[in-house]
DNA sequence: CCGCCTCGAGTTCT
DNA sequence: CTCGAGGCGG
């Protein structure tokens, strides 16, 4: 055998078992080898076609990282167009499009195919004598661009078909970015300086539309194929759903989540399900594609324009929308924090109006080069809670005016510092109205002291009364000076005055925490609640001695040191104990207890007692409880609809405790 | 000094 | 829940 003939062979043989192993890696997401014998094979293969360069083929595993940059984007011309599907956004919208559907077909019953429908961006791909020849956009339906070089880079897109393939087929898909892949992206950009992507269908769009695909093959793109567009030569299936099993076969990726359904009442149940499921997928997906089974009905129900009449889209609520930013506000926080939040126009996301958004810091915003009067891109993902996307540039008339953070307290007038480094501005009055009111907001508050009837309003008119003018003034309030308030009965005077009395007894470590000292949250508060025994002991402690302790650095003595030394807080402190506020730790022997050295995470729902709750009882067992799973979590505690934490716990092989097992562990059953 | 792990602080709407 | 930052071990 010539040098010649054995590359060849050779080449053909790594090739055989690299693109197995992209198959299994890449379509079916089951890996059967590692990273690195993977590489290796790769390596073996391009040295044997740097050597024989005539035998390097364009469908060669090698060949996936990218061309040099073109100059624009050919145009390519659908045979058959690409359709888009109509949308439906309510049950009853989806009911009367399949009654619809029943009608023309004249039968109350028929098969169809339930998929997520991905936001990411339709794509055509053509196969001639087994190899991917094009690749286009859908552009207007009818042409599209060819980016068949990017396309190509995409791993899961196969280069070459298996044998029994048509001669000639097109197939169609979404290309997307998975929502880690996204994540990961956007961290890495805003890094290095980079504007950001607003949400993973712009990240595919903006990729997938690279002149240089060098730069499309580093980006974490997938695809999953939902049709087959036409194709030549060879009989295909006559269902939509044995197109997909068929496509699979011929190794194309298909969304395992796809499912054949029988009747209306799955339908239904197929959106409900994934809506609410959606944020748990690893995709983003803005709705279910539902489609007629049969092609032959397909075929009798025919087109509308540029919608198929055979399926349609059920859009579950936008979870962004775009909206004006009419303005920053300034929030004080009771540490002194100022933070700025987005007055919106309303806008609803995700079912609800938002009319503000968190903008956190002024970094941010220059980060995100968010400005007043912007069109913004607001989101309710995952989170129930707002957020800023980011601005969209296009829409900008010039008129937008860019934030800057005000030099005075926009409540006090007081003196406003940012340490070096830090991203916060805080306003240097500790009198400052604004602090004040949340301060006492805080020690009121559920963690706190827990002293039920007095909340955000309250609080405000206690303090613009005059009633109060620190949280210790509570503890010597009077019925009677309750009952004046607008909307004060004499229940709800007599019941808030209870509460009060009843917080007298709440823990050193609650009394602590709800002083409201910078640094000190409700984990540090309890680590000094027992190392200390008492507020006094810790009010005159040295910054030597705070720093000796485990979790105590010399940020959180300062601060505890600095706290303690201003003749006001010590005043409170003094009219606290006063009126009997004074709540002594004993010391407790925590080896003893049942729960001793044991860490607890829980996840999810629980039916029995609040989460809260019961991270009490397991400390007041001697265990901790954290708020995520690491290697030292001992038990994670799995409630109804758990979150990403069951994921975690088990790659790392943390046991798992269902709420039986766990109230059992608790002493409660 | 860096990278991990934890904790703290703030957040929207019903 | 997420981001920022403190604490601490390597």
Redo the contacts with the bound molecule.
Sequence with gaps: MTDLAQAKQEIARLRAIINHHNYRYYVLDSPEISDAEYDSLMQELKQWETEYPQLVTPDSPTQRVGAAPVAAFGVVVHPLPLLSLGNVFSEEELLSWYNRISRLLGQPQFDLVGEHKIDGLAVALTYVDRQLTTGATRGDGSRGENITSNLRTIRSIPLSVPPEAPPRFEVRGEVFMPKAGF?QLNRERAEEGLPLFANPRNAAAGSVRQLDSRITAKRPLDIYIYMLGYAEGRPTPTTHWETLVYLKQLGFKINPNNRLLTNLEQVKQFCNQWQEKRDGLPYEADGIAIKVDSLAQQQRLGNIRHEPRWAIAYKFPAIQAFTKLKDIGI???????L?P??I?E?VVVGG???????L??E??IR?KDIRIGDTVIVQRA??????IVGPVVSKRTGKEREFTMPSRCPVCGGKITR?E????HYCSNAACPAQIR?RLR?FVSRPGMDIRGIGEKLSATLLKEGLVKDAADLYYLKKEQLSPIDRMGDKSASNIISAINNSRKQSLARLI?AL????????????LSREFHCLDILANASVEEL?S?????????S?LVAFFKLDENRRIIRKLKDAGVNPKEEAVPVKELPLAGQ?FVI?GRLETLGRHEAEARIKALGG?A???V????AYLVVGTEP???LAKAKTLGIKQLTEEEFLTRLRMR
């Design positions: 994540n929030n004080v926080g009771r540490t002194g924090t933070n939040y987005a919106l309303p609800v109006v938002i009319k503000h958004a968190a956190h810091n970094a941010d980060r995952g989170e129930v809670i707002p957020e340490a480094g830090e991203a916060m949340e805080h925490f409201g000292i910078r640094h000190i949250g409700e984990e540090t508060a309890d680590i720093t302790i485990r979790g105590i650095g010399t940020e959180i003595a601060s860490e996840t901790t954290k708020g995520d690491t290697r030292k979590t979150g990403s934490k």
